[in-house]
């Protein structure tokens, strides 16, 4: 058995019976998927190795394999235009055992529109607060966004979520079918390294991730501290951020070992963000040996908790400035407790529970 555990959060998977999917083929239909950087795609991405190394087949359709238009307001996001008459052909093409359904985009409208005409059983995944995203962009009521997501996971045999705090909340909006997905970490990637590859005054605070405004990077940005303050990532705040704050570093998108050695170089990460359903990045940042500091919302809490390896505070400058004395090695051995297998294993076994017999498509 694989177990991810941390005060908050603690799950144990056993191993699945992967012949619960027959046929042994996944499909996984994303609105989020590569080239995007972000927590989701990097999820998938991992899960889908996973899995195959378990012997099954997974496929993933992502708006890199339709037609495209850019999000409005955040045109780094491709969103596909031919997923209505496009993605149905390529499901009964594949004939997949499972669908799971990843994000309410176009491609997961088609997914699950074609799933409920031919009575093809889905999962899907709450990755996002949308709801809370739309109200900072244009102020929506978040209301009237949670109605419409809570109607589009509501047919779906399970949606899983990534912490117990997430599950709560979406269970006091009446989502139904609620269980569990947690999050990994690459701990071959993602560790302490030499700190040399930044040369700036320290000690050096850092935030890593999507540069946008639901992010709150406004308010790591407004904070007193001593050094240099660092934001790595890409955005459609970002230009805005960059004339705004003339100090801060803004060393723009990184990936792989390039990612990997900015994360080792920071002194503390913090994290603004009010609306995350797990922040990765945290994960990554404490495999490095690199204490958090957050606010004391969904996300945090259940990654950080009151454990040793952060500090959680409505102070952020008084989170940073604490984080400043915890020992890094306690920020990896924290970090450790968290497995892409598990992760994976635990997914797999969600959808393999609420999976029923695949009916007949042909009509």
């Avoid at 045109?75 to 052909?89: G, Q, S």
């Amino acid at each position: 058995m694989n177990a991810v555990t941390s005060k908050n959060i603690s799950v144990t998977t056993a191993q699945p019976d992967i012949s619960a999917v027959p046929g042994q083929r996944l499909v996984i239909v994303s609105d989020a998927w590569l080239p995007q950087i972000n927590g989701v795609v990097r999820t998938l991405d991992r899960t889908r190795q996973e899995m195959e190394k378990l012997g099954l087949e997974v496929h993933v359709i992502g708006p890199d394999r339709f037609r495209t238009i850019p999000c409005p307001t955040y045109p780094e996001i491709r969103l596909a235009m031919n997923a209505l008459w496009a993605l149905p052909k390529m499901l009964k093409d594949l004939m997949p055992a499972a669908i799971h359904i990843a994000t309410e985009g176009p491609l997961g409208s088609a997914a699950r529109r074609f799933c409920k005409k031919h009575k093809h059983p889905f999962s899907t995944s709450f990755h996002t607060r949308f709801p809370e995203y739309i109200h900072a962009r244009c102020g929506l009521p978040v209301s009237i966004t949670y109605a419409w997501m809570r109607k589009f996971h509501g047919d779906a045999s399970v949606t899983m979520v990534t912490t117990p705090t997430m599950r709560t909340d979406l269970d006091s909006r009446n989502f139904k079918n609620l269980e569990i997905w947690s999050r990994g970490v690459d701990l071959e990637l993602f560790r302490p390294r030499p700190k040399d590859i930044l040369d700036f005054p320290r000690p050096i605070f850092m935030n890593i991730g999507r540069v946008a405004v639901e992010k709150n990077i406004g308010a790591f940005l407004e904070l007193g501290l001593p050094g240099t303050k660092v934001v790595v990532g890409g955005g459609p705040q970002l230009e805005e951020l960059k004339a705004a704050y003339p100090d801060v570093k803004f060393l723009g998108p990184k990936t792989g070992e390039d990612l990997a050695r900015h994360y080792a170089a920071a002194d503390v990460f913090v994290f603004p963000s009010r609306t995350d359903t797990f922040g990765l990045v945290l994960l990554e940042a404490l495999a490095s040996g690199v204490p958090v500091a957050a606010l004391p919302v969904p996300g945090p809490i259940d990654v950080i908790g009151d454990n040793s390896c952060g500090v959680l505070d409505e102070d952020l400058q008084r989170a940073a400035m604490r984080a400043l004395e915890i020992d890094p090695a306690l920020c990896r051995r924290h970090a450790e407790k968290f497995s892409w297998e598990a992760c994976s294993l635990q997914f797999l076994q969600n959808l393999t529970a609420n999976q029923k017999p695949k009916p007949d498509q042909s009509s």
